[in-house]
């Protein structure tokens, strides 16, 4: 054992907290509806009673694990709804990760992983990426074999030659997709993005807020995922601020297409958000002591930096408020009607 632990990071500091068997059931509620569940593909070189263990837990993902023994080096976990367990479905927890005054039968959350001699493990860290996510990660090694890139563990992520969008660089950093290698069974990465995101949507509704992460850009736009699942696009002509791979930014579902695919916005265009928009301008010119040069000819950028919306959306507002009789439009200015 001593030269396994020799291996291992000087001791951080563990945020994660145990919790008393009593609030077992609650507890694993709670934490588990924000967990999606990973279908594992075992290896076939694994035994039979570590291919059992795959069935219990989620390689790549964080699982809540059950407290069984306790030892000098580290605490053992299973994925066991009870108090019996079996050695095959036990995990390492290693010392330097336990939470202060954990016991045997304390839940805890936990992330599992193979460290460096292939060994399935638990840690109490939180990876810069799971399995079926995306994540903007750096490159810290580049071998004949493939990339190494840190994902926050002590064990870096792979990206094999093949898995490469374009040759990766020490130093720089890419949008990958985290997946476990049907053929080893270990966790991996991607950069060929178009693989694993799905295109066509039939569930996304226009208007609704989504989770955007920039991955590439082409003449039409920007490619974003959706979420960790989808992939949309944001039209150069309808954003007004500068972006670069790896941003990750709230946006909103424009359009699903007749083809299913969906066009992004950075901007709300309902007639809610317009309201909203025609009361913060305003607000804006009676700041300014009752006219603004801000007008419907003035540059999407200067609209953009003042009220985060497109000029169109910019544009429809002033017309409600003149039609609503509550401002003047003149070539250079907006003023309000007394």
Avoid: W
């Avoid at 076939?44 to 837990?57: A, G, I, W, Y």
């Avoid at 964080?62 to 108090?83: E, I, Q």
């Avoid at 060994?119 to 860290?125: C, D, K, P, S, V």
């Avoid at 985290?178 to 693989?195: F, N, P, Q, T």
């Amino acid at each position: 054992m001593s030269s396994f632990y020799k291996k291992l990071k000087p001791s951080s500091k563990v945020n994660e907290s145990s919790k008393p068997a009593a609030q077992a059931d609650q507890f694993v509620s709670e934490v588990e509806q924000d967990l999606t569940s990973t279908t594992v593909t075992s290896p076939s070189e694994k035994t039979d009673d570590v291919l059992h263990l795959f069935k219990r837990v989620k390689i790549g993902r964080t699982n809540v694990l059950r407290v069984v023994k306790r030892l000098p080096f580290g605490a053992y976990l299973s994925p066991g709804s009870n108090k019996k367990s079996f050695d095959l479905e036990e995990i390492l927890l290693p010392k330097r990760y336990e939470p202060e005054n954990l016991k045997v039968d304390d839940l805890l959350k936990v992330f599992i992983y193979f460290d460096s001699e292939d060994r399935i493990i638990a840690t109490t860290e939180q990876p810069l990426a799971q399995v079926n996510e995306c994540a903007y990660l750096k490159v810290v090694d580049v071998n004949k074999v493939g990339a190494f890139l840190d994902m926050g563990l002590m064990k870096d992520l792979f990206v094999p030659y093949a898995e490469q969008e374009t040759p990766m660089k020490v130093g720089e950093s890419y949008v990958v997709h985290v997946y476990l290698d049907e053929h080893s069974g270990r966790i991996m990465a991607s950069s060929k993005l178009d693989k694993f995101l799905i295109e066509e949507s039939h569930y996304h509704k226009e208007d609704q807020a989504v989770d955007l992460l920039i991955y590439a850009e082409s003449d039409l736009g920007y490619k974003a995922v959706i979420g960790s699942t989808y992939q949309g696009l944001l039209f150069k002509n309808e954003v007004f601020q500068a972006l670069k791979i790896g941003d990750k930014l709230i946006g909103y579902i424009k359009k699903v297409r007749s083809d299913k695919k969906i066009n992004l916005s950075l901007q709300l265009a309902s007639e809610k958000t317009r309201g909203s928009l025609a009361n913060q301008i305003l607000h804006f010119i009676k700041d300014q002591g009752g006219t603004s040069t801000l007008t419907d000819k003035s540059p999407p950028e200067a609209i953009y930096q003042q009220f985060k919306v497109s000029k169109k959306s910019y544009k429809k507002a002033l017309g409600a408020l003149y039609k609503r009789k509550l401002i003047m439009i003149e070539a250079n200015k907006v003023s309000l009607v007394d």
